[in-house]
C-alpha cells in the first residue's frame, strides 16, 4: 500500500509568508508525528496527535507553528510570518497504533521549506 | 538538552568491512531504541530496533549491542556493501517522554567499492 505522502515536496516562502505542509498518513494509522529536520541534523520532535486530538504539542518552536487533524487522518502544519529559522525539512510520521513502541514508525520524505 | 548523543559523525569504509555506530542516552526511561537509515531526500527508515530487556538483537547483517548499565547502544554492519551508504541515526524513547522519539545527531556512512 501507499506510505506516509507529504506534499509539497519543496515549498519557498518568503520572510513573513504563511506556509501549509499537509501530510497524508498511512490509512488506519491512529498516531500520527510532524518532525523538523535541520540540515545535517537529526529529526526534532513537533507535535503528535492521536486520531484527530493533539497530545503533544510541546516541540513547536513557537506560535507560529500549528499544526491540525480535524478528521483523524489528514494533517497540516502550519507556519505564519515564516522566519529564515524555519527552514529545514519538515518530516510527518504515521504509526499504526497508540502504544507507545509495539508498531514502527513510518516516515514520509518531507517537504523541503526554504524561507529567503 | 541532547538526550542521545551519536558518533561518529561520519565513517569510511571499505566493501566487506564492519561499520560501528555508537550512542549514549541520559534518560534512564527510555525503553526502546530503534536505528533509523536515511537517503538523500527520502525520510528515514526503521531498520532495526531493541528493547533493553536483551543485551543484542540481530537482523541480517545488521546488530545492535546495547548496555544498560553504561547507557550506551552501538550498531554494527557486518560486510558493509555501498548501498548502505546513507546517513543513520539511533533514537530512544519512553513512557516518560510520551510517544516521542529522541533521534542522535547522526552519522554518515560511506562504504566504498
Known amino acids: 500500500g501507499a506510505g506516509v505522502s507529504q506534499s509539497p515536496r519543496y515549498k519557498v516562502a518568503k520572510r513573513g509568508q504563511d506556509v501549509a505542509l499537509r501530510c497524508d498518513p498511512i490509512?488506519?494509522?491512529?498516531?500520527l508525528f510532524w518532525y523538523q529536520q535541520a540540515l545535517g541534523q537529526g529529526p526534532e520532535f513537533l507535535t503528535y496527535f492521536q486520531n484527530e486530538a493533539q497530545l503533544d504539542k510541546s516541540g513547536l518552536p513557537s506560535d507560529r507553528f500549528f499544526a491540525e487533524r480535524p478528521e483523524g487522518s489528514v494533517s497540516t502544519l502550519k507556519i505564519q510570518r515564516t522566519q529564515q529559522e524555519d527552514s529545514a525539512v519538515y518530516l510527518c510520521?504515521?504509526?499504526?497504533?497508540?502504544?507507545?513502541?509495539?508498531?514502527?514508525?513510518?516516515f514520509g520524505n518531507g517537504t523541503r521549506l526554504t524561507v529567503t | 538538552q541532547q538526550q542521545v548523543k551519536q558518533s561518529p559523525q561520519s565513517l569510511i569504509v571499505q566493501k566487506g568491512g564492519i561499520s560501528i555506530i555508537n550512542c549514549a542516552y541520559e534518560n534512564t526511561a527510555f525503553d526502546y531504541f530503534p536505528w533509523y537509515q536515511q537517503f538523500p531526500g527520502k525520510g528515514p527508515a526503521l531498520l532495526i530496533a531493541?528493547?533493553?530487556?536483551?543485551s543484542e538483537k540481530k537482523e541480517g547483517r545488521f546488530t545492535i549491542s546495547f548496555n544498560k548499565s553504561a547507557k550506551q547502544f552501538s550498531l554494527h554492519i557486518m560486510d558493509s556493501q555501498p548501498g548502505d551508504s546513507a546517513t543513520y541515526f539511533c533514537?530512544?524513547?519512553?513512557?516518560?517522554?510520551?510517544?516521542?522519539?529522541?533521534f542522535g545527531e547522526g552519522t554518515q556512512l560511506t562504504v566504498n567499492p
Open positions: 490509512s488506519g494509522h491512529v498516531s
Open positions: 510520521a504515521s504509526r499504526t497504533s497508540s502504544g507507545l513502541t509495539n508498531s514502527p514508525l513510518h
Open positions: 533514537a530512544a524513547s519512553g513512557e516518560t517522554s510520551g510517544s516521542r522519539l529522541t
Open positions: 531493541i528493547r533493553p530487556d536483551v
